[in-house]
C-alpha cells in the first residue's frame, strides 16, 4: 500500500464520520430550539399571569404595602427624613 493511499483512506474515513454525524446534530439542535421555543412560551404565560397579580396587589396596596411590593423603602423618622 502506498502512502497516498493511506492518506485517502484516513480522508475517506473522516468524511464518512462527518457525513454520519451531520444528520444527528441538525435533529439534536432542531430539538433543542423547540423545547427552548415551549419553555420560553410556558414562562412568558406565567410571568404575564404574575405581572396581573402584582398589578391587583399594586392597585389594591397603601403606601407601607406598595413600599414592600417594590422591595422596601426607607420609612422616614420622626423628623421626616
Not at 419553555?39 to 391587583?56: E, F, N, Y
Request: hydrophobic residues 45%; aromatic residues 4%; contains cysteine.
Amino acid at each position: 500500500m502506498m502512502p497516498f493511499d493511506a492518506i485517502k483512506i484516513g480522508g475517506g474515513i473522516v468524511i464518512g464520520a462527518a457525513l454520519a454525524m451531520t444528520p444527528a446534530y441538525l435533529v439534536g439542535k432542531r430539538a433543542a430550539k423547540t423545547e427552548i421555543a415551549a419553555s420560553l412560551q410556558a414562562s412568558r404565560v406565567t410571568i404575564l399571569k404574575d405581572g396581573q397579580k402584582i398589578d391587583a396587589n399594586a392597585f389594591q396596596a397603601d403606601d407601607a404595602d406598595l413600599c414592600l411590593l417594590l422591595g422596601g423603602c426607607l420609612q422616614p423618622d420622626s423628623k421626616g427624613n
